[in-house]
């Protein structure tokens, strides 16, 4: 496989977005834009470490349910939560259920909870300067960089779990702060992004 494939539709994309039809959407409206408001980035923090060791789509997948499952996300609700919702996150066949990363998605609520700024501010104060040009190839690509090592430094000592320096790139790239579609690839990312609740 190539690292750029051109669709049924003519449109050049990453070749992962080329795989399913699930990568396809999120690959052509969602991973890249830049996105701010805190419950949205807990979100993406929270399935990008649901996913360590997991296929991203099969919490692409799975996302519908771990919206429900986890009061959309919502910072303040899931800060709240306490061993009853344990209990019942791990019965939930529609979510990963695995104790470590629900107990931690509830730990980094409350962490979450506590930035005086913000999630969305913190996580965007680690963002890079933009690249010149975008990769030629999936080889060129790293797998974390000296913010992704900063970031998850700085997330660690505020009581953040589960967030790494691959994962906290895979973060930024997954969320704009970072643009690692290919060259060539047809998507286009603007400044403007989605915002979700701040």
């Not at 052509?28 to 419950?39: C, H, K, Q, V, Y």
């Not at 609700?77 to 209990?87: I, P, Q, R, T």
């Not at 979450?112 to 700024?117: G, N, T, V």
């Not at 579609?181 to 701040?198: D, F, N, P, Y």
């Amino acid at each position: 496989m190539t690292d750029l494939v051109t669709g049924p539709d003519g449109l050049p994309r990453c070749a992962w977005g080329a795989s399913t039809p699930d990568y396809a959407v999120y690959h052509d409206t969602e991973w890249g834009r830049p996105l701010r408001g805190d419950d949205a980035l807990y979100e993406r923090l929270t399935l990008e470490a649901f996913q360590s060791g997991l296929s991203w789509l099969t919490i692409l997948r799975k996302r519908p349910a771990f919206r429900l499952a986890f009061d959309e996300f919502r910072i303040d609700k899931v800060a709240g939560y306490g061993e009853a919702d344990v209990a019942r996150l791990l019965a939930d066949v529609g979510i990963v259920r695995n104790r470590a990363k629900v107990e931690a998605a509830i730990a980094n609520a409350r962490a979450a909870l506590d930035l005086p700024d913000g999630l969305s501010a913190l996580l965007w104060s680690y963002a890079p300067a933009p690249r010149a040009a975008r990769p030629r190839s999936f080889a060129s690509v790293p797998a974390l960089t000296p913010e992704s090592t900063a970031l998850a430094k700085a997330l660690k000592k505020r009581g953040f779990r589960f967030v790494g320096p691959t994962t906290a790139y895979a973060l930024m790239q997954a969320t704009g702060m970072v643009d690692d579609h290919l060259a060539g690839c047809h998507v286009t990312i603007g400044e403007a992004g989605a915002t979700g609740r701040a």
